[in-house]
């Protein structure tokens, strides 16, 4: 339900933008997020994306915050993650995640649809 693009190789200090549209016309989920896993390290929070019809509010962690941002287009039901000065521990595949209906956002707990994921590779 969840497609995930825009993963890749770069070197250090380069861009990447992914992308991540839901398949499904009627999907109008409570939050959506990404999330990375590298190798042998437990999945974890990118950044995540609360809204409602009055206010949308985001969270990440300080490791990225400056770094990385996220984005929705609501009309494409798709959501971005745009990444910037990009560094060897950025190394990770990232997936794109969605809460149907309630949860904490930050957590990967909360997370009941998944993509595939998508391959980012930072090099020195």
């Known amino acids: 339900q969840l497609v995930e693009s825009g993963g890749g190789s770069v070197q250090a200090g380069g861009s990447l933008r992914l992308s991540c549209t839901a398949s499904?016309?009627?999907?109008?989920?409570?939050?959506m997020g990404w999330f990375r896993q590298a190798a042998g390290k437990e999945r974890e929070l990118v950044y995540a994306m609360l809204w409602s019809s009055f206010s949308t509010s985001t969270f990440t962690t300080s490791s990225m915050s400056g770094r990385f941002s996220i984005s929705r287009d609501k009309a494409k039901k798709s959501i971005y993650l745009q990444m910037n000065r990009l560094k060897p521990e950025d190394t990770a595949v990232y997936y794109c995640?969605?809460?149907?209906?309630?949860?904490?956002?930050?957590?990967?707990?909360?997370?009941?649809?998944w993509g595939q994921g998508t391959s980012v590779t930072v090099s020195t």
């Open positions: 995640a969605a809460v149907r209906t309630a949860g904490r956002v930050t957590e990967v707990s909360s997370y009941d649809v």
């Open positions: 499904e016309s009627a999907f109008n989920p409570y939050a």
